[in-house]
């Protein structure tokens, strides 16, 4: 009955305020790549799930491919993160399939085709003037309150 | 050189630039990179309720999430108002402005529908599947399934992940269902 995967938040270190600044700056890269690249976009969404275009397909596969490679260079080098630390690579549980990830994903995938944005794009739509998308991330917030609400009554393991 | 920031680009330049957030993360946080924490941080700085999921010390938690969610939005702001071209026009295939048409959208302009993505068709049955159900449904599956695109389909299958692999098949089969089943019915 209890949730025995996702771990709680990180809450072992504080963040230093200099370090805010760096994910800012992370953000808006993000940001503009997702608007440049059109992975913000509800047409692209829907050319991928219509099969329609090798786009999205060829931008998630080469970013899946970059960052398994680099991964694996941080683990063969036994990496450090930048304060020294050992980088926890992979899940807390080991990456074991739960009946969380297929009834989430497919509710996530649910919403992904309609609103035609995940949660990055959500926020750089909003950044690009789609105000209405304000809505969007409030109604993101609420399911994900719910979810919250009702996780102890939910499928998990 | 600057006009390669105004057009879009290809799958080949974006998708590189983004999975080099992944190392990037690792690297400079010791975390894996994912933004649908946001959420469940966002929640816990609002409103916490009591709920054990929301109970926890977002500010050393999510601190860096939030800072990068804002950094999204200022982000889409640069690309689609600053440094952007006069239009935003998404190059679709044509079979899929064919579908579209057929649904019933007539403008393809901009990065989504004005017809459907707009304050007045936001209390339409579109506007309120699309946005509000929609959205929705991001969050809450997202929470559920601990990950979403980023954390899942890009940072998981990354480490091998076979609880990600299978997120991500649940991500299709959900949007597969949506576009094919449910758009038809609301647009």
């Given at each position: 009955?209890?949730?025995?995967?996702?771990a709680p938040p990180?809450?072992a270190?504080?963040?230093?305020?200099?370090?805010?600044?760096?994910?800012?700056?992370?953000?808006?890269?993000?940001?503009?790549?997702?608007v440049?690249?059109?992975?913000?976009?509800?047409f692209?969404?829907?050319?991928?799930?219509?099969?329609?275009?090798f786009?999205?397909?060829?931008?998630?596969?080469?970013?899946?491919?970059?960052?398994?490679?680099?991964?694996a260079?941080?683990?063969?080098m036994?990496a450090?993160d930048h304060?020294?630390?050992?980088?926890p690579?992979?899940d807390?549980d080991?990456?074991?399939?739960?009946?969380?990830?297929?009834?989430?994903?497919?509710?996530?995938?649910l919403?992904?085709?309609?609103?035609?944005?995940?949660p990055?794009?959500?926020y750089?739509?909003?950044?690009?003037?789609?105000?209405?998308?304000?809505?969007?991330l409030?109604?993101?917030?609420a399911?994900?309150?719910?979810?919250?609400?009702?996780?102890?009554?939910l499928?998990?393991? | 050189?600057?006009?390669l920031?105004?057009?879009?680009?290809?799958?080949?330049?974006a998708?590189?630039?983004?999975?080099?957030?992944?190392?990037?993360?690792?690297?400079?946080?010791?975390?894996?990179?994912?933004?649908?924490?946001?959420l469940?941080?966002?929640?816990?700085?609002?409103?916490?309720?009591?709920?054990?999921?929301?109970?926890?010390d977002?500010r050393?938690?999510?601190?860096?999430?939030?800072?990068?969610?804002?950094?999204?939005?200022?982000g889409g702001f640069?690309?689609?108002?600053?440094?952007?071209?006069?239009e935003?026009?998404v190059?679709?295939?044509s079979?899929?402005?064919?579908?579209?048409?057929?649904?019933g959208?007539?403008?393809?302009?901009?990065?989504?529908p004005?017809?459907?993505?707009?304050w007045?068709?936001?209390?339409?049955?579109?506007?309120?599947?699309?946005?509000?159900?929609?959205?929705?449904?991001?969050?809450?599956?997202?929470?559920?399934?601990?990950?979403?695109?980023?954390?899942?389909?890009?940072?998981?299958l990354?480490s091998?992940?076979?609880?990600?692999?299978?997120?991500v098949?649940?991500?299709?089969i959900?949007?597969?269902?949506?576009?094919?089943?449910?758009?038809?019915?609301?647009?």
């Amino acid at each position: 009955m209890p949730n025995t995967v996702a771990a709680p938040p990180d809450t072992a270190k504080e963040v230093p305020r200099d370090s805010l600044l760096v994910y800012l700056l992370l953000g808006t890269y993000l940001g503009f790549v997702f608007v440049r690249s059109e992975v913000a976009s509800w047409f692209r969404i829907q050319e991928m799930f219509r099969f329609q275009s090798f786009h999205m397909y060829g931008i998630i596969g080469t970013a899946v491919l970059v960052a398994a490679v680099s991964v694996a260079i941080m683990k063969r080098m036994r990496a450090r993160d930048h304060s020294g630390h050992v980088i926890p690579f992979g899940d807390p549980d080991g990456g074991r399939p739960h009946a969380q990830h297929i009834l989430g994903g497919t509710a996530f995938g649910l919403g992904w085709g309609l609103l035609g944005a995940c949660p990055g794009p959500i926020y750089a739509l909003i950044g690009s003037g789609i105000s209405v998308m304000v809505v969007g991330l409030a109604s993101a917030l609420a399911g994900a309150w719910v979810y919250g609400f009702l996780k102890p009554r939910l499928p998990h393991g | 050189m600057p006009d390669l920031l105004f057009r879009p680009w290809p799958w080949w330049v974006a998708g590189p630039l983004i999975g080099l957030v992944v190392p990037f993360v690792y690297w400079y946080g010791g975390k894996k990179w994912g933004v649908s924490s946001s959420l469940q941080h966002l929640c816990a700085a609002t409103i916490p309720a009591g709920i054990g999921y929301f109970h926890y010390d977002w500010r050393k938690a999510g601190s860096w999430h939030l800072a990068m969610v804002a950094g999204i939005v200022l982000g889409g702001f640069i690309a689609a108002r600053v440094l952007a071209p006069a239009e935003l026009l998404v190059e679709i295939s044509s079979a899929t402005a064919r579908d579209l048409h057929g649904l019933g959208l007539t403008d393809l302009t901009g990065l989504a529908p004005s017809e459907v993505f707009g304050w007045g068709a936001l209390f339409s049955p579109a506007g309120i599947a699309t946005v509000v159900v929609g959205g929705f449904l991001v969050g809450f599956g997202a929470r559920y399934a601990d990950g979403c695109t980023s954390g899942h389909a890009i940072s998981g299958l990354a480490s091998f992940q076979l609880s990600s692999l299978v997120a991500v098949v649940g991500f299709f089969i959900g949007g597969l269902l949506s576009t094919w089943v449910l758009l038809p019915l609301v647009l």
